[in-house]
C-alpha cells in the first residue's frame, strides 16, 4: 500500500478518538484506551480476547479489519460460539529453524513468480503494513538457526544451507537472523525477543505473534499471546494478510495451592496435559487463572503453555502479572505496567473479582498440592504415568495388545536378557533397557529450576559414587546460552559431564529424532532380541518412530528424571522400594534436590547480568557465520547443484485465471487409522538408505553419510516429496502392517508411497487419503502439506483434524473434508479401494456439506472443513501462495 493510502486509512479509523497520550508530560507516547470505549463487555472479557479486541481497535481501516469485527470480538460472550471470523494482525513473526529455510525458498520462488506474471518481484517482502502511518511495523520476524556445536561451522553448512537465510536477510526488509548457537527460538523469543508491551513510533499495544512452530504457545507463558501457525499461513501474513481466524471459545483453568517440595515443573505440565486432553480443548484458547498461579514462576508457567499442542489446545494463556514483570526486570528488558493497568490488561490472580467470563471453567481445579512426579508414555504426551507406577505400567504395555499402550509381546519373552559386547566389557538388554538419555527440547531446558535441579541431582549422585552405563546415548541440548552460563556458573555442569550428559548444541535435538546413531551393538542386541528398548527425554514429543527407530518406547520426563532413569538403565524399576545404583543401596530419594535447594541455587545464579551479557552479543558472537558470503540479489540466483536448495515447483505454470473442479475417479493412496501425526505424514529424522529419498541423493552422487535428515533438506522439494509418508512406523490399512509403503491399486503391487503416487501421476489420476480422528497432530510442520500436494493429493477425508495441519492442507489447496458426526469409514463400510468423486458447487460457503460419490454407486455427504470466507479464497486460487502472487502481480 502506497503512503498516501496508509494515511487515508489512518484517519478513516473509527476509533481515532480514544487514542490518548499514556502520560500527560509524554504527549508523543499515545495509545488506544479501550477502556474509552465505554462498553461494560470489556471488562468481562477474557484477557486473551483483550489482545484480539485490541488489535483490532488500532487497525481499524474498514477493508481488512472491519467495525463489525470490532463489535464481533467485543460481544464473545455470544459470539464465540457461532463460528463467527474475525481478523488479527499480531506485532510479530517467528520463524524457527528449519522452517525458516522453507519460508526464504518459498518467498524467492514467489518472487520469480510474479516477475513471470509481469508484476514488481520486490513486492514479494515481509511488509510493514501499517493502517496507521504511525503504528509499528506488522512483520518483525526473527528466524533463529541451530546447530549441533556453535563453534562448528562444517557440521552448520551441512544442517542448514546458510547462504539462504543470509540471503533473505539483505534481500528482504525487516528480516532479521538469529545465528546459530544462540539458542531455540522459543527461549530466545521468552528470554530476548519478548516485549509484552511494544513502544514502536510512539504508540503503545501489547505485544503478539504467531510462529511455525506448534510450540510458539510458550510466550504465553509471559503474558504475550501467540500461537503456531501453518508456515504458508505465516508467509501470508509476512506479506501483510491478517490471520483469518474463528472468534475461539476460552477455558478457564484453575489453580490453587503449592506443589510440594520434590515436584517439578515438569510433573505439572504433564499432569495439566493428560487432564486437558481428556476435557477436550482443541481449537479452544485456555486461559490460567487462581491463587495457584502465583505460586508458578515465569520459567513454570512457560513449560505449561508450551505444552499446549500436546492438549490440543490453540493458546495457553497466563496474563501478566507481577511476577512477569519481575522476569522482564532479571532479562534485561522495560516493563510498561502503566499501560497494561491502563488498558485492564495486568492481572492480579489473588483477587477473584478480576476473573472474567469464560466458556466453561472447568468442573475440577488443579490442586497443585495433589501433582505426584510423573513421565509420558510410552507412544504419547497424554498418557501420563505416575513415577511410582512406572515399572508396572511398563511390563502391562508388554503384554497389552499392539497401540498407544501396546507393544503385544509375548508372555514367555518378557524377561528376556541379551548379552552384548561393548568396548570390550559385557553387558546385556532387555525389555525397558534405557539406550538414550537426553536432557532437551524447548519445554524443560528453558526452565532454570529442573535445568540446575539436573545438575544438583548429578553432583549428589557423582558424590555418591554412582555412575551410567557407557553405551547408553547421553546428551544435553541447553535452550539458549544463558543456560549453559548458570549450570557452569553454580558449578553443576562438571558433575552432569561426569555423567555423560555434554552439550551438544542448542536447538531441537532428540525431541525431534536428531539423536544420532545408537552404537552397532546395542542395535544388534535390540534387533536379535526384538526388544522394546527405552528412550528418556525431557522433550514433548514421543510418538512412534520420532525420538529414534529402535527405541519403541519413549517417556516424556523431568530432566532430573532423565538422569535418574539413566543411572538405572531401566524403566523397570520401583524407585520407593528398588536402588536407582546396581551396586550401590542408594536410593533416589536419597539424592534427589528439593524445591528449596533448586531455588536458592536459582536465586544465587540466575542474574541479570548473565541474560545482558549473552544477549548483547547474540548476533556478533559467530564470527564464521557473519563472515559467510551470501548473494544480495533482489532475485536468488538458483544453484542446479545444490541438494538442499531448489526452486519448488509450486508456482510452476502458475496462470493469472483460476478454474475450480470437482474431483473426479480419485484413488486413495493410503488408508489410515487414528492418531497419524505430522511426523508420520513428513518425517524430519535420518534418511533411510533405502528410501525414494536416498535413491534421488545418490543419483545426485551423495554418500549415505552425507544425506543428513530430512529436517535439513527442507528447501529441497525433490527430496521432500520423496519423504512423505516415508516414516517406518507408517501404518496403512492397506498392508495391515508398519512400513512406509502402500498398494498401488490398479497394479495391485505393494510399493513405495512416493513411487506409487508417482505412477497415479503419470496415469494423470487424481488420490485421496482416508484417516480418523486427530489427522495431522505433532509439530507443526508445512512440508506435511506440501509433499502430499506434490504427490498429487487433492483432499484428505478424516474424522477430525489437528488444527494447524488443517489450516497447512488449506494452505496449498488441499480439500480437508470430514466425516459428518457419527460418521466413520467403517460405518459407511468404506475400505479404500473404491473410487472417489468430491462435487464442488458454486458457489462455496463455510463448513459446506458436499457430496461424495463412489464408484459402487454408493453415495454419502461430508462437511468441506474451509472455515472462513477468506480459506475460501485461498481454496479458489489453489492456496495463499498463489493468491499472494496474484494480488501482487495486480497491483
Known amino acids: 500500500m502506497c503512503e498516501r493510502g496508509r494515511k487515508s486509512t489512518a484517519m478513516s479509523n473509527p476509533f481515532a478518538h480514544i487514542v490518548e497520550a499514556l502520560d500527560p508530560n509524554i504527549p508523543d507516547h499515545k495509545f488506544y484506551n479501550l477502556s474509552k470505549l465505554g462498553d461494560p463487555r470489556y471488562d468481562r472479557l477474557p484477557f486473551s480476547i483483550r489482545v484480539l479486541l485490541e488489535s483490532a481497535v488500532r487497525n481499524c481501516d474498514g477493508f481488512l479489519v472491519k467495525r463489525s469485527d470490532v463489535e464481533s470480538i467485543l460481544n464473545w460472550k455470544q459470539t464465540q ?4 471470523e474475525v481478523p488479527f494482525r499480531p506485532a510479530r513473526v517467528i520463524l524457527q529453524d528449519f522452517t525458516g529455510v522453507p519460508a526464504v525458498v518459498d518467498f524467492a520462488a514467489m518472487r520469480d513468480a510474479v516477475k513471470k506474471l509481469g508484476g514488481d518481484p520486490e513486492k ?22 541451530s546447530c549441533i556445536k556453535p563453534t562448528s561451522l562444517p557440521k552448520l553448512l551441512i544442517l542448514i544451507p546458510a547462504p539462504v537465510p543470509q540471503w533473505g536477510s539483505k534481500a528482504f526488509q525487516n528480516m532479521r537472523i538469529i545465528p546459530p548457537g544462540s539458542g531455540i527460538v522459543h527461549q530466545v523469543n521468552l528470554e530476548y525477543l519478548a516485549r509484552v508491551v511494544f513502544d514502536q513510533d510512539g ?3 501489547p505485544d503478539s505473534l504467531v510462529g511455525t512452530d506448534s510450540h510458539t504457545t510458550m510466550i504465553d507463558g509471559l503474558g504475550v499471546l501467540g500461537w503456531g501457525v501453518g508456515g504458508i499461513e505465516a508467509e501470508a501474513v509476512m506479506l501483510g494478510q491478517p490471520i483469518s481466524m474463528v472468534l475461539p471459545e476460552v477455558i478457564g483453568y484453575r489453580l490453587q495451592g503449592t506443589p510440594n517440595k520434590f515436584i517439578t515443573s515438569t510433573d505439572i505440565v504433564l499432569t495439566v496435559t493428560k487432564h486437558l486432553r481428556q476435557v477436550g480443548v482443541v481449537g479452544k484458547f485456555v486461559e490460567f487463572f487462581g491463587p495457584g498461579v502465583a505460586q508458578l514462576s515465569i ?7 508450551n505444552m499446549c499442542p500436546e492438549y490440543g489446545a490453540t493458546a495457553a494463556f497466563f496474563p501478566v502479572d507481577h511476577i512477569s514483570l519481575q522476569y522482564l526486570e532479571q532479562t534485561g528488558e522495560i516493563s510498561t505496567p502503566m499501560y497494561l493497568k491502563a488498558v485492564a490488561m495486568f492481572r492480579d490472580y489473588s483477587n477473584s473479582s478480576q476473573d472474567p467470563d469464560f466458556t466453561q471453567v472447568l468442573c475440577s481445579t488443579l490442586d497443585l498440592s495433589t501433582v505426584v512426579p510423573c513421565c509420558s508414555g510410552p507412544k504419547r504426551p497424554q498418557d501420563r504415568v505416575a513415577v511410582s507406577d512406572m515399572k508396572t505400567d511398563f511390563e502391562a504395555c508388554l503384554a497389552a495388545k499392539q497401540g498407544f499402550k501396546g507393544f503385544q509381546v509375548t508372555p514367555e519373552l518378557h524377561h528376556v536378557k541379551v548379552p552384548f559386547q561393548y568396548n570390550d566389557k559385557e553387558y546385556s538388554l532387555s525389555h525397558g533397557s534405557v539406550v538414550i538419555a537426553a536432557i532437551t527440547s524447548c519445554t524443560n531446558t528453558s526452565n532454570p529450576s529442573v535445568m540446575l535441579g539436573a545438575g544438583l541431582l548429578a553432583k549428589k549422585a557423582i558424590e555418591a559414587g554412582l555412575s551410567m552405563k557407557p553405551y547408553i546415548k547421553t546428551s544435553l541440548s541447553p535452550g539458549s546460552g544463558v543456560v549453559t552460563y548458570y ?5 553443576v555442569m562438571d558433575y552432569l559431564f561426569q555423567l555423560g550428559f555434554e552439550v551438544v548444541g542448542y536447538g531441537c535435538m532428540t525431541c525431534i529424532g536428531n539423536s544420532g546413531p545408537l552404537p552397532e551393538p546395542v542395535v544388534e542386541a535390540i534387533t536379535q532380541g526384538d526388544l522394546v528398548a527405552a528412550g528418556i527425554l525431557s522433550g514433548n514429543r514421543n510418538f512412534e518412530g520420532r525420538v529414534h527407530p529402535n527405541t519403541r518406547a519413549n517417556y516424556l520426563a523431568s530432566p532430573p528424571l532423565v538422569i535418574a532413569y539413566a543411572i538405572a538403565g531401566t524403566v523397570r524399576i520401583d524407585f520407593d ?15 534427589w534436590p528439593t524445591r528449596e535447594e533448586i531455588q536458592a541455587v536459582e536465586r544465587q545464579f540466575v542474574i541479570p547480568a548473565m541474560f545482558k551479557e549473552v544477549y548483547e552479543k547474540i548476533e556478533k558472537v559467530n564470527e564464521r557465520w557473519n563472515a559467510l558470503n551470501a548473494p544480495s540479489d533482489k532475485l536468488y540466483t538458483w544453484d542446479p547443484k545444490s541438494t538442499y536448495i531448489k526452486s519448488p515447483p509450486f508456482f510452476d505454470g502458475l496462470k493469472v485465471h483460476i478454474y475450480i473442479f470437482s474431483i473426479t475417479n480419485a484413488y486413495v493412496l493410503l488408508n489410515f487409522g487414528d492418531s497419524v501425526t505430522t511426523d508420520h505424514i513428513s518425517p524430519a529424522g535420518n534418511i533411510a538408505r533405502t528410501s525414494p529419498a536416498a535413491r534421488y541423493l545418490t543419483s545426485r552422487g551423495l554418500n549415505p553419510r552425507d544425506f543428513n535428515s530430512y529436517g535439513s533438506r527442507r528447501g529441497n522439494d525433490a527430496v521432500m516429496a520423496r519423504g512423505t509418508f516415508a516414516n517406518i512406523r507408517l501404518f496403512n490399512k492397506f498392508l495391515n502392517k508398519q512400513a512406509p509403503r502402500t498398494l498401488h491399486l490398479p497394479s495391485d503391487e505393494t510399493l513405495d508411497v512416493f513411487d506409487a503416487a508417482e505412477r497415479y501421476q503419470q496415469a494423470g ?19 506435511a502439506a506440501k509433499g502430499p500436494f506434490l504427490l498429487g493429493i487433492k483432499a484428505v477425508l478424516a474424522e477430525s483434524y489437528e ?3 488443517r489450516s497447512n492442507l488449506v494452505g496449498m489447496g488441499v480439500i480437508p473434508l470430514e466425516y459428518l458426526a457419527g460418521d466413520t469409514a467403517d460405518s459407511l463400510g468404506l475400505t479404500g479401494r473404491e473410487r472417489y468423486t468430491v462435487v464442488i458447487p458454486e458457489p462455496l460457503t463455510p463448513r459446506m456439506i458436499v457430496d461424495i460419490k463412489l464408484d459402487t454407486g454408493k453415495t454419502f455427504q461430508v462437511r468441506m472443513r474451509f472455515d472462513t470466507d477468506v480459506e475460501l479464497t485461498y481454496f479458489h486460487n489453489g492456496g495463499i501462495l498463489n493468491y499472494m502472487i496474484r494480488k501482487m502481480s495486480e497491483n
Open 577 to 591: 522400594t528398588e536402588p536407582i545404583g546396581e551396586w550401590k543401596e542408594v536410593f533416589l530419594r536419597d539424592i
Open 81 to 84: 460460539t457461532q463460528s463467527v
Open 803 to 805: 488444527r494447524i495441519h
Open 203 to 205: 504508540y503503545y499495544y
Open 487 to 491: 549450570l557452569k556458573e553454580s558449578g
Open 765 to 783: 489420476l487424481p488420490l485421496m487419503i482416508l484417516a480418523g480422528k486427530e489427522y495431522g497432530s505433532g509439530s507443526s510442520r508445512d512440508w
Open 124 to 145: 514479494i517482502n515481509p511488509v510493514c503494513h501499517t493502517l496507521y502511518n504511525t503504528h509499528g511495523p506488522l512483520s518483525i520476524i526473527a528466524i533463529t538457526i
Open 299 to 305: 520459567a513454570d508457567r512457560a513449560t505449561i503453555a
